[in-house]
């Protein structure tokens, strides 16, 4: 059982995403959610709680298909036109 505390923003449509660890990710699980509002919006992680989110990622392999990160980002951001930017 693993658990995962975090704050997640909704979709237009109001669905969230929740990335699962890499040995959860072809069964089915089990999923208990406590939905609240956030309190603060603004309120930033601290340096090591973000270093720790990236490290979990890491671990879960998100990002292990991304070879070139500018391409990555150029093919993902192809929707949403950039100011400056063709």
Known sequence: MSTITA???PDAD???H?????DL???KVRVTATLEIASDRDER???EAALAALRRLREMGTFKDITDPV???REIR???PLTGRD
């Not at 929740?18 to 890499?22: D, E, K, M």
């Open 78 to 80: 192809k929707d949403r």
């Open 14 to 16: 109001g669905t969230v």
């Open 71 to 73: 391409a990555w980002q």
């Open 18 to 22: 929740l990335p699962l660890p890499l």
């Open 45 to 47: 992680p601290s340096r």
């Open 25 to 27: 990710r072809y069964s």
């Open 7 to 9: 704050i997640l923003e």
